[in-house]
């Protein structure tokens, strides 16, 4: 028996062949691209729609049942005044920096901030109603410390009373004069809600739920409705086809 190889490789399949074959699953590709964004610009009207309910209902419950917050901040140095001109004392409280950041927020600096305002609440009542915050800014040896509160005036006045408290730690530890204040605490800014933030985010989360119900319902339908349908999955061509007459008279 004859055996050729065939020059065109591919166990046989011709090249010719294999490249149709390519071309048309590219084809079919680009088409099922071309109907999904065909399909997202049908019904952009109904993705605008419900991105626009998503960011009003999500900006309004936002305003209306989200507290607003405020932010107070007192600033101090780590050494005292007198200390400046000592390179060893400034070093060392420079070094202790972290651990006055810990110190602040412990319950025995919190309750001598709770006496020194003669609040009658418990420590742990204040560190729930309060965010307390204490950063060490690059490159300088102050801290800075941070309370949010619903009311404002309670922001600024827990703010400084903490920040009292931190320079009679400071001078106990370091054994040296009391630190000052770089700058007190004022009305507390308000630091959240972001209702226009919210607001984008909602409405980018209900139209991105949009598209993707669009196209699960793109995807989930089987039902062939058209020519193209016929001609694509069935492949079969057509001759003729009846129009419906939707709004017949009646005999």
């Known amino acids: 028996m004859d055996q050729r190889v065939n020059s ?20 079919e590709e680009e088409l099922d691209l071309r109907e999904i964004i065909s399909l997202l610009l049908h019904h952009a009207w109904v993705i605008a729609l419900a991105a626009l309910a998503g960011a009003l209902l999500i900006g309004l419950g936002v305003k209306l049942f989200v507290p607003a917050k ?10 005292s005044i007198e200390a400046e001109n ?9 070094k202790m920096t972290t651990d006055f950041q810990i110190i602040a927020t412990t319950r ?6 709770i006496d020194d305002l003669g609040e009658d609440t418990t420590v742990n009542q204040l560190m729930k109603e309060n965010s307390i915050k204490v950063t060490n800014p690059d490159g ?33 530890i370091m054994k040296s004069e009391r630190p000052q204040f770089v700058e ?6 308000k630091t959240s809600p972001y209702v ?38 069935l492949g079969l061509t057509i001759l003729s086809s009846v129009p419906l007459e939707r709004n017949m008279s009646r005999q």
Not at 88 to 94: C, E, F, S, Y
Not at 108 to 113: D, H, L, P, R, W
Not at 184 to 189: D, E, F, I, K, R
Not at 203 to 226: K, M, Q, S
């Open 86 to 94: 000592s390179s060893q004392d400034i070093n060392k409280a420079v």
């Open 8 to 27: 065109n490789g591919n166990n046989g399949f011709p090249v010719q062949a294999e490249t149709r074959l390519q071309q048309r699953m590219r084809q």
């Open 196 to 233: 226009r933030r919210d607001a984008l985010i909602g409405g980018l989360a209900c139209g991105l739920l949009a598209v993707i119900f669009v196209l699960v319902r793109y995807f989930v339908n089987d039902t062939i409705t058209t020519e193209e349908d016929v001609n694509r999955y």
């Open 140 to 172: 300088s040896h102050m801290l800075r410390i941070s309370v949010t509160n619903r009311d404002p005036a309670e922001a600024a006045k827990i703010s400084n009373a903490l920040a009292s408290v931190m320079c009679d730690q400071i001078a106990y």
């Open 108 to 113: 025995s600096t919190i309750q001598k901030v």
């Open 184 to 189: 007190p605490a004022v009305m507390g800014s």
């Open 70 to 79: 405020y932010t107070a901040k007192a600033t101090i140095y780590v050494f």
